[in-house]
Structures are given as structure tokens and as C-alpha cells.
């Protein structure tokens, strides 16, 4: 009787010690998720980010995520004529879990910009996979651009080794819809043109862009197309060298078939528009 008596106490307390354990787990785990210094942690990721890509950024309304990661809202200020400030919400940044038993750790970010959302893996190799999915352009642009374009953007994008000096080389598919181009009253054209749906596939490198495919359809003129465009620091020094098809629709306004007569350029066999674009982004030769 004794010998029962005392395993039921040991047992007793055995279930003590498990409870005492489990609570002070419990406690610990509270102490550094409430007490964790996530705002100095904040800091720190935008102060390597700003260093590696040379853009200005501000975070915000920083949170600790389960069971690892940060939550933020993110503002970037990026130096580019004609692009807004960037205005990323529910940014997410984790870190990819079996990457981290691989000497190529990853971090994955997914978030909210311009009402459509987008997922980022990036490696520490430099390798980055980026997809977007019904991103408003219109929200992406200053409203005193002399041309705009609207509709809303899905895709992808894949590069390595870039850089904020255009180094690096990858392949982007874009997929847009609803497309509208504004400002074109200035060349005597509508104010507004419904594009239809634009589809644009190619490859870079550093700043020199192959645009493999280029389709506009469904709007008031169908294109089709490709080229190379080599990226400079300006309009005046961005070279074009384009070849496009341009196919009149039922909505083609006559407006544009005048600015074609001005061209000089001559309907091939079955009616289309053979254009070669060069010279440069501020002065486009159209042969």
C-alpha cells in the first residue's frame, strides 16, 4: 500500500514537473513574441535592402509573423521619371524552410501593389523569380504623363545577378487586358484609344532588351511584333530597333489611317502596315 502510495505521488508529480515545463515554454515563447525587437529588425532589412538596390524605402506597421517572419507596409520612393511611389501593403517576408539546410538560402515576400498582389522568391545566389497578378497601371503612373497607359497587368519576371546598374540577365511574360492609351489628342489622334489585350514575351540582358512577341488585339488595332530595345540613361541615348505589323480593325478611327498616309508608308498585299522603328525613345525614325 505504501509502495502504490508512492508511485501515485511521484506520478503526481511528474505531472506537475510536465506542467510547470509546458508553462514556462508557454510563457517564454509570449515574452519574446510580445517583447521581440521587431521595429529594430525592421530597420536593419531596409537598411541591407536600400545598401543592395540603391532605392529609397520607408516600413511600417512592422508585426512578428509565425512562427518566423516579418509583416510590413513598405513605401519606395524610386527615382524615375513618370513612376509614382510605390505603395507595397501586407508585405510578407519569410524565409523559404528547406532552403535553409541548402547552401542557397532563399526569403519569399508576397504582398499588395497597385490592388493586384505579387510573390517574390529571391536566393542568396542572386537568382529572383517574381509573379504579379492583376496590378492596375494606371496607379503606377503620374497623372502628367504626356502619354499613359492603362488596364491591368499578370506575369512574370526572372533574373539573376541585377543590379541598380542594369547588369544581369532574365525573361519576362506580360499578360495585359483592358488596355487603354491616353494623350495621343497631341499627334491628332482620340484622347483615349481602346487597346484591347496586350501580350508581351522577351529576354534581357543587361540593358539590352529582345522582345521576342508583341501582340495587341481586340481594340481598335491589332499589332504584332518584335525587336531589341538597348536601354540607356536617357530617352535620347534608349536606341530602338522594332519591326511591327499593324492590321486595321473595324474601331480603326480615320484619323489614324491619315496619320499613316502621312507616313509615306504602303499597305502590303493584304492590307497591313509594315513599320520599322529605329533611332531613339525621344526620336523614334519610322521607316
Not at 496607379?139 to 543590379?163: C, H, M, W
Not at 546598374?165 to 488596355?179: A, L, T
Request: glycine share 10%.
Amino acid at each position: 500500500m505504501n509502495l502504490f502510495s508512492g508511485w501515485q505521488r511521484l506520478a503526481g508529480h511528474r505531472r506537475f514537473f510536465l506542467l510547470c515545463l509546458l508553462l514556462f515554454i508557454v510563457s517564454t515563447f509570449l515574452s519574446t513574441w510580445l517583447f521581440f525587437p521587431i521595429e529594430a529588425i525592421q530597420r536593419r532589412l531596409l537598411q541591407n535592402v536600400s545598401q543592395q538596390t540603391g532605392l529609397d524605402m520607408r516600413g511600417r506597421n512592422a508585426t512578428l509573423l509565425f512562427p518566423l517572419g516579418i509583416g510590413l507596409d513598405l513605401s519606395i520612393y524610386p527615382d524615375i521619371p513618370g513612376l509614382n511611389d510605390l505603395e507595397i501593403t501586407e508585405l510578407q517576408v519569410s524565409p523559404v524552410w528547406h532552403s535553409l539546410f541548402s547552401s542557397d538560402k532563399r526569403l519569399n515576400l508576397t504582398g499588395t501593389l497597385a490592388t493586384g498582389q505579387f510573390d517574390v522568391d529571391a536566393a542568396e545566389s542572386g537568382v529572383i523569380h517574381t509573379q504579379f497578378k492583376n496590378v492596375a497601371l494606371a496607379a503606377l503612373q503620374k497623372a502628367d504623363l504626356p502619354y499613359r497607359i492603362s488596364g491591368t497587368v499578370t506575369g512574370r519576371f526572372s533574373g539573376e545577378n541585377l543590379s541598380e546598374n542594369m547588369e544581369g540577365q532574365g525573361d519576362f511574360s506580360f499578360h495585359v487586358v483592358n488596355v487603354q492609351i491616353k494623350g495621343l489628342e497631341k499627334i491628332g489622334l482620340p484622347a483615349s484609344f481602346s487597346a484591347g489585350t496586350l501580350r508581351l514575351d522577351g529576354k534581357f540582358d543587361q540593358r539590352r532588351f529582345s522582345l521576342e512577341k508583341v501582340v495587341l488585339s481586340e481594340g481598335f488595332l491589332d499589332l504584332s511584333g518584335g525587336g531589341n530595345v538597348l536601354i540607356g540613361e536617357t530617352p535620347e541615348q534608349t536606341r530602338l530597333n522594332l519591326n511591327v505589323r499593324l492590321h486595321r480593325t473595324a474601331t480603326t478611327p480615320d484619323s489614324l489611317q491619315e496619320l499613316f498616309n502621312l507616313t509615306g508608308i504602303k499597305p502590303t498585299a493584304d492590307g497591313s502596315y509594315l513599320m520599322r522603328i529605329g533611332g531613339t525613345l525621344a526620336k523614334p525614325i519610322i521607316r
